[in-house]
T-cell receptor, first 110, second 114 residues
Framework: QKEVEQNSGPLSVPEGAIASLNCTYSDRGSQSFFWYRQYSGKSPELIMFIYSNGDKEDGRFTAQLNKASQYVSLLIRDSQPSDSATYLCAVMRRDDKIIFGKGTRLHILP | DTGVSQDPRHKITKRGQNVTFRCDPISEHNRLYWYRQTLGQGPEFLTYFQNEAQLEKSRLLSDRFSAERPKGSFSTLEIQRTEQGDSAMYLC????????????FGPGTRLTVT
């Protein structure tokens, strides 16, 4: 089992709808969880991080964490064409090493 | 510009040659990470530093890879005797200061081994 798993997609979502991206992780001791956005040919940029169970909202983005289920998700409300990118889930382990998933390609349909 | 910088942005080298990349982190950041990313994959952890101390090196790395951060500021990543399989984007990221969990990436160095 890979440490961080994401569906590679592509995930196609109509403009204005909610995009839901999911991630599971294997190390129960993991402490912090991150979502990055990566446009083609660019480096990853941090969207938000979460370390407590529940929801964390930042503008159109909401991260959700369920440590019991080892599951973290990202919701993007009112999706825009500019949200089309690859979304990377990353997990910080107890040794502070950060492990990335392969990413989910998101395509917002105009 | 106070972001993470990397040099060079692109490097083409012949198999068997040595290459060295540089990363300058955000000035107040004490942690510096190196990753490698190939097409369709997420960044793969290589190594990281806290100040000048190298805390961990991926078991995926062979002895051909070495990294240094001599004064706890910039870092270098050297690949000796490059192989075609080393072709990838090499990313540097830093974190620390008032927001220790927020990791910021540089633009990367794209390595092509011919």
């Amino acid at each position: 089992q890979k440490e961080v798993e994401q569906n590679s997609g592509p995930l196609s979502v109509p403009e204005g709808a909610i995009a839901s991206l999911n991630c599971t992780y294997s190390d129960r001791g993991s402490q912090s969880f991150f979502w990055y956005r990566q446009y083609s040919g660019k480096s990853p940029e941090l969207i938000m991080f979460i370390y407590s169970n529940g929801d964390k909202e930042d503008g159109r983005f909401t991260a959700q964490l369920n440590k019991a289920s080892q599951y973290v998700s990202l919701l993007i409300r009112d999706s825009q064409p500019s949200d089309s990118a690859t979304y990377l889930c990353a997990v910080m382990r107890r040794d502070d090493k950060i492990i990335f998933g392969k990413g989910t390609r998101l395509h917002i349909l105009p | 510009d106070t972001g993470v910088s990397q040099d060079p942005r692109h490097k083409i080298t012949k198999r068997g040659q040595n290459v060295t990349f540089r990363c300058d982190p955000i000035s107040e950041h004490n942690r510096l990470y190196w990753y490698r990313q190939t097409l369709g994959q997420g960044p793969e952890f290589l190594t990281y530093f806290q100040n000048e101390a190298q805390l961990e090196k991926s078991r995926l790395l062979s002895d051909r890879f070495s990294a240094e951060r001599p004064k706890g500021s910039f870092s270098t990543l050297e690949i000796q005797r490059t192989e075609q399989g080393d072709s990838a984007m090499y990313l540097c990221a830093s974190s620390g200061g008032d927001t220790p969990l927020e990791q910021y990436f540089g633009p990367g160095t794209r390595l092509t081994v011919t």
